[in-house]
């Protein structure tokens, strides 16, 4: 199932001088996760041992496991907006503000006949982009002209698991597929910001049959990368008795790490990866009218 919607406005905010435009879309889809469900002819999971499952995952007190065996539907909503205002200035002068925003998730979750999931191991993705601009263009009596260019743009990527708890894993029998529980492992902590200012500037001249652009690109990016992968616990059980029992065959913990200032790492800190980077330019350009039509 998908909707989509949107508008657009625009019009004049004092006459002769300042206009907005705005123009908002909108998207919802829902469909069925892949794998089927518990019931579903195509699932090999019987309802007995779904329900051992279940029962020996209650008697942990605190594990925070609500999830279930049904049919689990996907949602992807979507938003984008631009908006942009442009103003008349004295002095041949226009200045055009302009701001984009967008908005996505997406939930990520399957079954298959040899991994059958709790419908709390699914994550979903969460993507938010912020992109404001600043446009300042001035006209001269010679027929020059300059053009300035300010923009930032911020994205901050999430992948989010649908629950804080373990991720638990039972091995699979003669009759049942492997079982799985709790926080999928690689979204424990998994998250990606970008900060990215650029500046532009043009000055444009004719020369004759030419127009000579001289100008400069500044591009200054900052980001931040997180992947703390399996911090909540990821535990592996070869049967039913044993996550019962409480008698795991295997345990993994993921440690977040830091740099100790000695030119190695030691434990604490958020464990993110933070860099930044700048690229400087400058450029001439010609634009030549060789003859009327060339």
């Known amino acids: 199932e998908q909707a989509q919607y949107g508008f657009s406005l625009g019009g004049p905010i004092v006459r002769d001088k300042a206009f907005f435009f705005i123009s908002p879309e909108f998207q919802t889809r829902t469909e069925p996760a892949f794998g089927g469900f518990l019931g579903d002819n195509n699932s090999d999971l019987t309802p007995a041992y779904a329900t051992s499952f279940t029962n020996a995952l209650s008697t942990y007190t605190g594990l925070n496991t609500t999830g279930n065996f049904d049919l689990f539907n996907r949602e992807n909503p979507l938003a984008n907006v631009f908006a942009r205002v442009d103003v008349n200035l004295p002095y041949n002068s226009q200045l055009v503000l302009r701001y984009n925003y967008g908005h996505a998730e997406q939930d990520v979750f399957s079954r298959s006949s040899g991994s059958f999931k709790f419908s709390d191991n699914a994550y979903f993705f969460n993507s938010n982009k912020n992109a404001p601009a600043m446009q300042l263009r001035t006209l001269f009596s010679n027929g020059a002209y300059n053009e300035l ?53 043009n000055y444009t001249m004719p020369f004759g049959a030419h127009r000579i652009t001289v100008g400069t690109q500044n591009q200054f990016q900052k980001f931040r990368n997180l992947f703390a992968q399996s911090t909540f616990g990821v535990w592996r059980f070869s049967s039913i008795d044993s996550l019962t029992n409480g008698l795991p065959n295997q345990y993994i913990i993921g440690v977040p790490l830091q740099p100790d200032g000695a030119g190695g790492v030691e434990a604490g800190g958020d464990g993110a990866v933070r860099f930044s980077g700048a690229m400087y330019s400058g450029y001439v350009q010609d634009e030549w009218t060789v003859t009327p039509n060339l």
């Open 149 to 201: 260019l300010v923009g930032y743009t911020q994205i901050r990527d999430r992948r989010t698991p649908r629950v804080r708890s373990p991720e638990i894993t039972v091995q699979s029998d003669d009759a049942n597929p492997v079982l799985v529980s709790g926080s999928e492992r690689f979204s424990h902590g998994n998250e990606l910001d970008q900060d990215v200012f650029e500046i532009t500037e």
